[in-house]
């Protein structure tokens, strides 16, 4: 039987996400991305599912930490992102990272090859035409201007937006080993790790304290004029911004010592910088939590003060982008189709989730949404009490309207235990629930191969 087929746009983690869950329902799908036709600021290559940020998927412990759950839990759901990162994996201590040229080529390569997925390159300048009956926008944090302003003027409401930003990225050998160190935080080996997967540049109390000051007084990007008023998110915030709440703040963050031992000195360091690795050949590293907007020129300058990179040559420098989202419980419906025009479905980062997996996971249930509607099938949601589920929940009905931000996955999301379990166990508790329960949810049957 021939189905109608389903028109995403956006090529993604969530749209490719989406075109990979359809098509293995037997329904076609067009794929729609303006790269390379139409550039951003923020990418550098035409492939899909690029990753323009880090190249860290996060925390892959499904016992104990919600990201980590959502990796298992999308990996039993025949995730093409997921299953993607764990092939072109490298590693990252406790942390799923990917080597990310390799990992966009892959997925690239898979929906270029799936016999009814039809990718096509341009841009969609405003709302779909009318004949495009079944939908998913999945255009993420960097949607054209043209679509943005139609979707506002659709709504009625203005889109809010915040800042997100890149990390620089250095080449390995320019790093001084006489000072760096490699180890992972707890000597934890993570996925495909040996508990040496980070490099280490440590402080003491007065490289800190110049370090700090050099980042507050160094020369900042200027904000355009319609940037000026866009709030950060939390989960993201450059490492200025971040150095400006005080003088411990980054010694509490991405800068925090505990867990790490320098065998160079008997000294505990004060402060440590931690770069991960960014490609399956170790040579290029990024550093960690240092997304920033300082401009090129001061990046170079301020980050060869780190011990370890007083000579480092960079790959890729930090950047900063504007991005988009919807105050999703206020106009999408539980299906996650815009209220104000149903034929119209809203997948990944633009749905108010924050973080690769959690876009790639909306891309999953969406692709699972729409290939229902193009069967004429009723769409199961997935029990709240899973990090999928709870995930969807939160931006359709969970969130307050009025405060709504954007939200990473984590298990206060969760429903509740029956019971009271104090400390890690509680963690685990949640995990084991929600794994017992997408075991009886349909949906996840016919996805998994």
């Known amino acids: 039987m021939k189905y109608s087929a389903v028109h995403i746009i956006g090529g993604g983690l969530a749209g490719t996400e989406a075109a990979w869950q359809i098509s293995r329902r037997g329904v076609p799908v067009y794929l729609h991305e303006m790269r390379p036709k139409r550039p951003t600021d923020a990418h550098q290559t035409d492939a899909l599912a690029e990753l323009v940020c880090s190249n860290s998927f996060r925390s892959d412990d499904a016992e ?42 892959a997925v690239t390569k898979a929906l270029s090859t799936q016999e009814l997925v039809t990718v096509q390159r341009g841009e969609i300048n405003g709302l779909p035409p009318d004949n495009w009956a079944n939908v998913i926008v999945a255009t993420g944090p960097l949607t054209s201007a043209g679509l943005s302003t139609a979707i506002g003027n659709l709504t009625g409401e203005d889109s809010l937006a915040f800042f997100d930003a890149i990390a620089p990225v250095v080449y390995t050998d320019t790093i001084d ?51 000026a008023d866009t709030p950060y998110f939390e989960g993201c915030l450059p490492i200025e911004v971040m ?61 060869r003060m780190i011990p370890g990179l007083e000579n480092a040559s960079f790959a890729r420098l930090g950047g900063i982008h504007r991005n988009i989202f919807l ?79 954007p939200m990473n996955v984590n298990f206060g999301l969760f429903p509740p235990l029956e019971r009271r379990i104090k400390g890690r166990e509680r963690k685990k508790a949640y995990s084991r629930r929600a794994l017992e329960d997408l075991q009886r949810w349909k949906n996840c049957s016919f996805a998994a191969e």
């Open 64 to 105: 104990y930490n919600a990201v980590g759950l959502l990796h298992e839990e999308m990996r039993r759901c025949g995730s093409l992102i997921i299953s993607t990162a764990d092939r072109h994996k490298v590693p990252a201590g406790g942390a799923l990272a990917v080597d990310r040229d390799a990992f966009s080529s």
């Open 177 to 227: 080993f006489e000072k760096a160190w490699y180890q992972s935080r707890y000597d934890k080996p993570g996925p495909g790790g040996t508990g040496k997967d980070y490099i280490n540049c440590p402080m003491n109390r007065d490289e800190y304290s110049r370090f700090l000051r050099a980042l507050l007084d160094g020369e900042k990007t200027e904000f355009k004029k319609w940037e």
């Open 243 to 303: 150095a400006s709440r005080g003088d411990n703040t980054l010694r509490y963050g991405p800068m925090k010592p505990i867990g790490l031992t320098n065998p160079r000195s008997a000294e505990k360091p004060f402060a440590v910088v931690q770069l991960r690795q960014d490609n399956k050949h170790a040579t290029l590293y990024n550093i960690v939590g240092f997304q920033t907007k300082l401009k090129y020129s001061e990046q170079t300058r301020v980050f």
């Open 327 to 405: 105050n999703s419980p206020r106009l999408l419906d539980n299906e996650l189709r815009l209220n104000a025009m149903p034929r119209l479905r809203f997948a990944g980062q633009i749905t108010g989730v924050e973080g690769y997996v959690e876009s790639a996971a909306i891309g999953l249930l969406a692709g699972h949404m729409a290939a229902a509607d193009a069967l004429g099938e009723p769409f199961n949601r997935p029990p709240a009490t899973t990090a999928l589920g709870a995930l969807l929940d939160h931006i359709t009905a969970g969130a307050v309207r009025e405060t709504f931000q």
